[in-house]
């Protein structure tokens, strides 16, 4: 864990010093879950963050790095659930944090006032899975590998930027882990 978190501070390090094109991003992000991430929580996320750089290597073309987190929370009255030899019935409550953190490649077109980009997002993915049910909780700690496409646009509103997104994040299954799959929209600011 540590030498990924490591790795992506150096490639953020280097990326940002004598930047002088830069585009931050910070967007607020509601998620829809797909595949196993729905099976395990069938509810929308309105807990969602994101924070983008990209740094121009070329006049559309930027490399930058991405941070993200979102947590889907269902609960279910009068429920069962069963683990080897125990039957647990009661109130349950099940969630999903999920930190993706990726390098990226990011594609800018400019069109009027407003400019479009698509990025592919590369890294890892922490996710952890918790399951409580009366007093006990079942809690899942993993990191996955994670791949993130995304498509936007960026428009001036005065003197600032605005920025709205659509994007997937996918972790893949692991021999521990299960897949995670989800959509998010997200709205914000750039500078």
Excluded: C
């Excluded at 941070?67 to 039957?87: A, C, G, H, P």
């Excluded at 899975?129 to 079942?138: D, H, Q, S, W």
């Excluded at 936007?152 to 600032?160: A, K, R, T």
Aim: charged content about 15%.
């Amino acid at each position: 864990m540590k030498k990924y978190i490591i790795a992506l501070s150096v490639l953020f390090l280097a990326l940002t010093i004598n930047a002088q094109e830069v585009i931050w991003k910070m967007t607020y992000d509601v998620g829809i879950p797909f595949s196993s991430t729905k099976e395990f929580t069938n509810q929308v996320s309105w807990r969602g963050l994101s924070l983008y750089f990209d740094r121009f290597v070329g006049d559309n073309l930027a490399v930058g790095m991405g941070f993200s987190w979102s947590t889907f929370v269902e609960k279910e009255s009068d429920s069962d659930y069963q683990r080897e030899n125990i039957l647990l019935h009661g109130t349950q409550v099940r969630y999903i944090n999920n930190i993706p953190l990726t390098a990226r490649i990011s594609w800018y077109q400019p069109i009027d006032m407003m400019e479009l980009f698509g990025s592919i997002g590369v890294g890892t993915a922490w996710q952890e899975t918790r399951r409580e049910i009366g007093t006990f909780a079942f809690v899942g700690n993993y990191w996955q590998f994670a791949l993130v496409p995304e498509v936007g646009m960026i428009f001036p509103v005065g003197q600032s930027y605005l920025t709205a997104k659509v994007r997937y994040v996918q972790a893949f299954k692991t021999s521990e882990a299960p897949d995670l799959s989800y959509m998010s929209v997200g709205v914000g600011v750039a500078w």
